[in-house]
């Protein structure tokens, strides 16, 4: 088995990664010669010796290679977890509640929670151009979900937004259906908190978070129900964004980050996420839309690479011990502020506006010295540029007045 990461080792032994990065030769025979002791399969001519053209090499030959080839040469962990068979199958059960009709459905929801809160949840159409919004998820999703409606009151909108939400695979897509219509591992013990109020009241649009090993047929089942009963909304896929775990192993510092590394895990990740969202595109032309939160992320942390991002002291706790990191934790929770990006990321994707073009202060609350009003500022222009520069976000600015352009 090939060791894992060649630059980790530069890291470590304190050789300078813009050597690696620019293709400069490494003159110090001494670190290349530790270098070998700890990867040795780096010595591809096997002459016993470690030249700086064969670390380069090896160094490359990481980058090039794809996250599922990194966690095979280091034995990372995959996501795996047991899907029911039920879902290869064309309908659901027959006691699935999607099958029920709206009377049905909010009957058996206002049974389950008791008279505990509303049986159907509805507003009127708002006359400020707010959506009225539904939507899933989990801890990826928590922030923007908590920002996006203090964002959009800042705009001058009330955002009406009605979620049921869990902590990781509980919040995905997929173990939402199952535990809303009371199928496979929820059989018999449905919980249509969602369906009742799609079932009998409007909506615009709908908000998913993704989650390990995703298939479109998580998406498409709540798409179909939605359209049902509502035939004008829009649906809203968070593709959340770079994690550790696509290196298969954790950098010992953050001098790993090069502005490379970081574009080359961004194009990682979409083109993970377009097994699932392709799909679903095609299927449902002018319907599904990306908030690409992925992308907003990798530009923040090449701005925070040129230290263009006042009070965020590192790229990942996780690594490099900073409290106001970017990401906060192993998994990739993203850090103190940045709850703000994702929120103006949700809120420049469904309304297609600049956020920097809200003029009155936005009360988010919480110590108003971080983030300061410079770093609220790059947030949104990173937002904004992610936005529009994604090709599925249904978002263009070519004539740069932080307005969606009308053709798209």
């Known amino acids: 088995m ?52 064969e670390a380069i090499a090896y160094r490359n030959e990481f980058l090039a290679s794809g996250p599922a080839n990194r ?9 795996e977890f047991g899907v029911d068979p039920g879902w290869d199958s064309r309908t659901f059960p027959e006691q699935a509640v999607c099958h029920k009709t709206p009377a049905e459905i909010r009957q058996i929801f206002a049974e389950v929670s008791s008279g505990k ?4 949840v509805s507003y009127e159409k708002p006359a400020d151009g707010a959506l009225r919004i539904v939507g899933t998820g989990h801890s990826f999703m ?8 203090v964002i959009c009151k800042g705009a001058g909108m009330t955002q009406p937004l009605y979620t049921h939400v869990g902590g990781g695979m509980t919040g995905s897509a997929r173990y939402k259906w199952e535990q809303e219509n009371g199928i496979f591992q929820f059989d018999g013990k449905p919980v249509p908190k969602l369906l009742a109020s799609i079932a009998n009241a409007p909506w615009d649009a709908m908000m998913f978070g993704p989650y ?5 047929a998580y998406y498409s089942c709540w798409f179909d129900f939605c359209l049902k009963y509502n035939p004008e909304m829009k649906f809203y896929l968070s ?7 696509q290196l298969g192993t954790k950098p010992a510092s953050e001098a790993f980050f090069t502005a490379e590394v970081l574009d080359r895990m961004g194009a990682e990740r979409r083109s993970m996420y377009r097994q699932t969202l392709d799909p679903l595109l095609n299927a449902y032309p002018g319907k599904v839309f990306v908030l690409p939160t992925s992308d907003a992320m990798v530009l923040a942390a090449k701005h925070f690479l040129r230290g263009e991002l006042p009070g965020i002291e590192g790229l990942h706790r996780a690594i490099g011990k900073k409290e106001r990191s970017l990401w906060k934790d192993q998994l990739g929770h993203l850090g103190p502020g940045l709850e703000r990006l994702e929120g103006y990321v949700f809120y420049a994707t469904l309304y297609g506006q600049s956020p920097e073009r809200i003029e009155k ?7 108003a010295s971080f983030p300061n009003q410079e770093l609220d500022r790059m947030f949104r222009k990173i937002a904004w540029q992610a936005v529009a520069e994604h090709p599925f976000s249904g978002v263009s600015d070519k004539d740069g007045d932080g307005v969606k352009d009308s053709s798209r």
């Open 2 to 53: 090939k060791a894992p990461l060649l630059l980790l080792a530069a890291v470590a032994l304190g050789i300078p990664l813009n050597s690696l990065c620019l293709g400069q030769n490494l003159a110090d025979t001494n670190q290349l010669q530790k270098w070998l002791k700890q990867f040795p399969a780096a010595d591809t001519n096997g002459d016993g010796k470690l030249s700086s053209d």
């Open 71 to 79: 966690w095979a040469k280091t034995g990372a962990v995959k996501r």
């Open 117 to 120: 809160q509303p049986a159907v």
């Open 142 to 149: 928590m922030p923007g979900y908590k920002t996006l409606p």
């Open 212 to 216: 390990f090993n995703d298939r479109p």
């Open 239 to 245: 593709d959340a964004w770079p994690q550790l775990e």
């Open 361 to 367: 202060v936005i009360e988010f609350g919480g110590d």
